[in-house]
T-cell receptor
Framework: LAKTTQPISMDSYEGQEVNITCSHNNIATNDYITWYQQFPSQGPRFIIQ???TKVTNEVASLFIPADRKSSTLSLPRVSLSDTAVYYC??????????FGAGTILRVKS | EPEVTQTPSHQVTQMGQEVILRCVPISNHLYFYWYRQILGQKVEFLVS????????KSEIFDDQFSVERPDGSNFTLKIRSTKLEDSAMYFC??????????????FGEGSRLTVL
């Protein structure tokens, strides 16, 4: 399983764009990159998944460079309700999805 | 929107007792998971289940734990002889088959287990 490294925490203000970078140097050819969000006392919630280049959905964008050794989750115009823990997972064959320590994002007014 | 449901939401038990946590995954999903999260710590993988058998398990998932899909809708986690350190939030998750990547795991709201 590829190990992931993320910043422990980040602070932002409402209305700003937030970029959270995850490094996964030993990502394998068949691995995908997936991001989850977790609020206190709730289960994680899927945000986005990608394999290469850029993926965008209604809540976030995911940027993956050509070497795929890192990825960046971009949250446009965050609000207070985006305060949460964000997890980067590298997922390949098999059925073992392992969460790392995650990044605590604090959005201030 | 379909959702994963878990019961009970909170259970308090005495050390040494057996506990069964129940989950109803989303109906067309085929992959099922249990995770746990000790207060203030990260989400830890316990076990995954597919085609009526365990497909992956972590080192946490020892002989004290077992999982079962007793019928077409429920997925249970049994913890035998609970210990104080089993106190945690237990999350069930499920997902549909995908053609690439792991796709989206849908998590339940969790069952909080308190062992006294």
């Amino acid at each position: 399983l590829a190990k992931t490294t993320q910043p422990i925490s980040m602070d932002s203000y409402e209305g700003q764009e937030v970029n959270i970078t995850c490094s996964h140097n030993n990502i394998a050819t068949n691995d995908y990159i997936t991001w989850y969000q977790q609020f206190p006392s709730q289960g994680p919630r899927f945000i986005i998944q990608g394999y290469k280049t850029k993926v965008t959905n209604e809540v976030a964008s995911l940027f993956i460079p050509a070497d795929r050794k890192s990825s960046t989750l971009s949250l446009p115009r965050v609000s207070l309700s985006d305060t949460a823990v964000y997890y980067c997972l590298v997922v390949g064959y098999g059925n073992k999805l392992v969460f790392g320590a995650g990044t605590i994002l604090r959005v201030k007014s | 929107e379909p959702e994963v449901t878990q019961t009970p939401s909170h259970q308090v038990t005495q050390m040494g007792q057996e506990v069964i946590l129940r989950c109803v995954p989303i109906s067309n999903h085929l992959y099922f998971y249990w995770y746990r999260q000790i207060l203030g710590q990260k989400v830890e993988f316990l076990v995954s289940f597919y085609n009526n058998e365990i497909s992956e398990k972590s080192e946490i998932f020892d002989d004290q734990f077992s999982v079962e899909r007793p019928d077409g809708s429920n997925f249970t986690l049994k913890i035998r002889s609970t210990k104080l350190e089993d106190s945690a939030m237990y999350f069930c998750a499920s997902r549909a088959p995908t053609s690439g990547g792991a796709g989206e795991l849908f998590f339940g709201e969790g069952s909080r287990l308190t062992v006294l």
